[in-house]
């Protein structure tokens, strides 16, 4: 089993940034991946990127691409997701999630934090 914390979540205003961190623990050597999701109140769970452990490699939701940037601490476990140039519509709860291979639809992902909510004010 792999466990997910998500910690930083809060409430920017628009223009702002904000950063958030994920931090693993348990039996990662299992996970490949890290990847980073957002749901809205009535909306469905979204894309937002993922980040392999190894080389570190990105990938971004194009609403995101050129504002937010993924990175990660292989000693320290922890994966981050550097939000800037915030939106009202990035309001959210973001989820951190890892899986053994890269998907842009949550169901492919094996493990979930608990979510950390991000409420940016116009």
């Known amino acids: 089993q792999v466990q997910l914390v998500e910690s930083g979540g809060g409430e920017p205003q628009a223009g702002g940034s904000l950063r958030l961190s994920c931090a693993a623990s348990?039996?990662?050597?299992?996970?490949?991946?890290m990847g980073w999701f957002r749901q809205a109140p009535g909306k469905e769970r979204e894309f937002v990127g993922t980040?392999?452990?190894?080389?570190?490699?990105?990938n971004y939701a194009d609403s995101v691409k050129g504002r937010f940037t993924i990175s990660r601490d292989r000693a320290k476990n922890t994966v981050y997701l550097q939000m800037n140039t915030l939106k009202p519509e990035d309001t959210a709860v973001y989820y951190c999630a890892a899986s053994t291979s890269v998907s842009v639809s949550p169901r492919n992902w094996n493990y979930w934090g608990q979510g950390t909510q991000v409420t940016v004010s116009s």
């Open positions: 980040i392999s452990w190894s080389a570190g490699t990105t």
């Open positions: 348990g039996r990662t050597f299992t996970t490949t991946y």
